[in-house]
């Protein structure tokens, strides 16, 4: 019901979305009643589309709630600060994107929803082309995702058609491919490049939608799609294949914080911190143990949110300095808010993004000393990054803390960092269904 | 055998043409010369999802052209890409392909349905694929690239177990998807480039 409710509301705002005191408020209304079916539906609640199945599990309905809520927030700052009209029904379309994806039980049919999803954006990504290069990082986000979406699809449905009597050494490169392709998608180093031009190009909204909304999504399908695919004991015979994985974790999750280092933009040490935190969630569920994969899907879903939080606050920033570098003076409680959101990407205590990440390193080290230092390492980095973007914030001191007039980012920002306080402050209800689906991955791992 | 020329064919036509409209049409002859390749495992429902799908993907770029002359002189990315694709094809059927005790019968002239003729044209078509997208610098080439891919996808997927149909409308779904972002950002790129 909440992914025809998305799917049908879609082409009805793309009619209206010229009229934004209309489509904007529909768009909000739609996500508002999506999420409340959501999160009412009893637990394994299945429905059919065709023959194709879709099933609520506890991780489902968490990931979906969380995600169509951030979804709600970006729409909120479209709508009142930066109205781009064309970004209402590309919201729905994500929206539907996201409950479908999160919802199908059948690998193939996720996965080529997923690649969709990952290709609605490129409308938003597009703004004053001619002042800018946003059609080339368009176009380069295309090749990306449409090479890594087809490569694993093609993965996907060979390991499906062929015979399980077939070589291990077929299955195992198919997982490789698999891994590679979801590493593209995800744009995590080495294959970043297109994420850098992105960052300097796009709109703070359009990133937020993709960073925040679409990369979590991908990483938890990533686990799904490996799980329900019954390619999982394949890699647990060869500990090589799992090196693989560990090592473009590790080497994102450090690679992306050196990078965040080095960012001389709001935005782009958004996206860079936001690339070292898939590194870890890769590492987390390639560890393939309960802690790794409920801290990869944690630090995924916290990491959209702080990100969504930052880039907010960075579109806001960005816009009032004018042109000039961004300053705390002008907009004091969207720089207030851009700081928090990096003690959520850093995966500080007390918010909910802690635990993840302190599971994640705990497994990394029983693993291999070098990838839990490495870890520790990515996460010194981006502490030292999000520190010095803040002392720029505030290099010329702050005339008065009076909040900015329209303090749309502001005021969303501040209500997602509460969230992830809450969740922090209690993390069971957070961290149980993603326990759930865990134990559901580590059978389909060993099966009897 | 010489359905599977076919498909090699048409796609280093749809490869080297350098107007977008071009392209449409021989992107088009790709989609029919792979559906008759497999035709043996498909249904008519599943048929006609895909030459639907082939069809209104070529369809968009064909109107995304606007006119007859617009399109990407392809240069030395048209070598590289055969080149590329060449390599790749033996190598990955060589990889990925379904190891049986029985000897293919490779039929010159009918129709074949062999696991083996459907799994080398779809591998021909990934790697081509790849090599163009990553030899692209544009939009046209990396939506070429895209569909063809997807068009080796569809292939693969005649054999995968599960609801069919529902499986090739999603692909159809992705298909149509590609070709209207790349529609999309062909018409962005022009407008920069004039």
């Known amino acids: 019901m909440p992914l025809q409710l998305l799917a049908a509301m879609a082409p009805i705002v793309f009619l209206l979305r010229k009229r934004v005191v209309i489509a904007a408020p529909l768009t909000l209304l739609t996500l508002a009643v999506a999420t409340a079916l959501v999160a009412l539906a009893p637990d394994a609640a299945s429905s059919q589309i065709l023959s194709l199945q879709l099933t609520i599990t506890p991780l489902g309905r968490l990931a979906i709630v969380a995600l169509l809520v951030i979804l709600a927030a970006i729409v909120l700052d479209v709508w009142l600060d930066e109205p781009a009209y064309n970004f209402f029904p590309t919201a729905l379309g994500v929206g539907a994107v996201v409950v479908a994806v999160l919802l199908l039980t059948t690998p193939l049919a996720t996965y080529s929803i997923l690649l969709v999803g990952l290709l609605l954006p490129v409308g938003s990504f597009t703004f004053q082309i001619h002042r800018n290069r946003s059609v080339e990082a368009a176009i380069r986000h295309f090749a990306f995702v449409s090479l890594g979406g087809t490569i694993g699809l093609a993965a996907l449905a060979l390991a499906e058609s062929l015979p399980r009597d077939q070589p291990q050494s077929t299955f195992v490169l198919l997982v490789v491919v698999l891994y590679v392709a979801f590493a593209l998608k995800l744009a995590v180093i080495p294959f970043h490049t297109h994420a850098a031009l992105l960052a300097a190009e796009a709109p703070a909204t359009a990133l937020a939608l993709f960073f925040g909304v679409l990369t979590p999504m991908t990483v938890i399908a990533f686990a799904q799609i490996l799980m329900q695919s019954a390619l999982l004991p394949s890699i647990v015979q060869l500990t090589k294949v799992q090196d693989l994985l560990l090592g473009i974790g590790g080497l994102s999750a450090i690679g992306g914080a050196l990078l965040a280092t080095g960012a001389t933009d709001l935005r782009r040490l958004v996206v860079c911190s936001v690339i070292s935190d898939l590194g870890m969630a890769l590492v987390g569920v390639g560890t393939f143990s309960g802690p790794g994969i409920v801290g990869g899907i944690a630090i995924a879903l916290a990491t959209g949110a702080s990100a969504t939080q930052q880039l907010l606050a960075a579109g806001t920033l960005e816009r009032r300095a004018d042109g000039g570098p961004p300053r705390a003076a002008r907009a004091p409680m969207a720089a207030a808010v851009f700081v928090a959101g990096g003690i959520g990407l850093i995966g500080a205590p007390p918010v909910v993004a802690f635990p993840g990440r302190f599971y994640v390193e705990l497994m990394a080290y029983s693993f291999a000393t070098w990838l839990g230092a490495a870890l520790v390492i990515a996460t010194v980095l981006l502490l030292i990054a999000q520190l010095r973007v803040a002392f720029g914030l505030f290099s010329e001191g702050l005339p008065s803390w009076r909040p900015e007039r329209r303090p749309v980012a502001g005021v969303v920002g501040g209500l997602i960092f509460a969230a992830l306080l809450a969740g922090g402050i209690a993390p069971d209800a957070f961290l149980r269904p993603i326990a759930a689906f865990a134990e559901e991955f580590l059978r389909a791992l060993r099966p009897l | ?194």
């Open chain 2, 1 to 194: 055998m010489v359905l599977l020329a076919a498909v090699a064919l048409t796609t280093l036509i749809a490869s080297g043409a350098t107007r977008l409209r071009f392209t449409a049409l021989a992107f088009f002859a790709v989609s029919i010369a792979a559906n008759v390749i497999a035709a043996g495992a498909t249904t008519a429902a599943q048929a006609a999802v895909l030459a639907v799908a082939g069809l209104a993907a070529s369809g968009i770029l064909f109107v995304a052209a606007r006119d007859g002359e617009y399109g990407e002189d392809p240069g030395w990315r048209l070598w590289v890409a055969t080149l590329i694709a060449v390599v790749a094809t033996p190598a990955a059927f060589a990889s990925f392909r379904t190891i049986t005790a029985d000897v293919p019968e490779l039929a010159l002239f009918p129709s074949d349905n062999a696991t083996v003729v459907v799994q080398v044209a779809a591998f021909w078509l990934l790697s081509s694929g790849t090599a163009i997208l990553v030899t692209a610098r544009g939009a046209v080439r990396t939506s070429l690239g895209a569909l063809l891919m997807l068009t080796g996808v569809q292939l693969l997927m005649r054999y995968a177990p599960g609801p069919q149909l529902e499986l090739t409308i999603a692909v159809a779904w992705v298909e149509v998807v590609v070709a209207l972002t790349g529609a999309f950002l062909i018409v962005n790129e022009r407008a920069v480039r004039e």
